[in-house]
C-alpha cells in the first residue's frame, strides 16, 4: 500500500518561514505528479502547488512569490518551502500523489500562522 508520509508542519508567526516535507515509496514517486493541497474548516480543499515527474511547477496565486515546490529523487521525498507566511495561510496541509489513475493523500499536517 502507498504511503505518503508528512512532516515539517508547526506555528510560525507572520512572516516567518516552514518547510513541509512528503515521503513516499520510490515506485510512484519517480512517474508521479507531486502536489500540496490546503484546506481549512468548512471551505474546499485547495491546490497550493504541484511538480511533475519532470520537475514543471505551478502555483496557486495566492502563494506564488512565497512558496516553493521542490523534489528530491535520491530520497523520494517532495518538499514545500514556506516564506513570508501570513495568516490567511493557516490551514491543515496534504501532500497529495497523482497518477496512473491513481491518487493517494497524506493525513495531513497542521500550519498555524499567528502571533
Known amino acids: 500500500q502507498v504511503q505518503l508520509v508528512e512532516s515539517g508542519g508547526g506555528l510560525v508567526q507572520p512572516g516567518g518561514s516552514l518547510r513541509l516535507s512528503c515521503a513516499t515509496s520510490?515506485?510512484?514517486?519517480?512517474?508521479?505528479?507531486m502536489g500540496w493541497y490546503r484546506q481549512v474548516p468548512g471551505k474546499q480543499r485547495e491546490l497550493v502547488s504541484a511538480i511533475s515527474s519532470r520537475g514543471s511547477t505551478s502555483y496557486a496565486a495566492s502563494v506564488k512569490g512565497r512558496f516553493t515546490i521542490s523534489r528530491n529523487n535520491a530520497k523520494n521525498t517532495v518538499y514545500l518551502q514556506m516564506n513570508n507566511l501570513k495568516p490567511e495561510d493557516t490551514a491543515v496541509y496534504y501532500c497529495n500523489a497523482v497518477g496512473g489513475g491513481m491518487t493517494y493523500w497524506g493525513q495531513g499536517t497542521q500550519v498555524t500562522v499567528s502571533s
Open positions: 520510490r515506485s510512484i514517486f519517480s512517474i508521479y505528479t
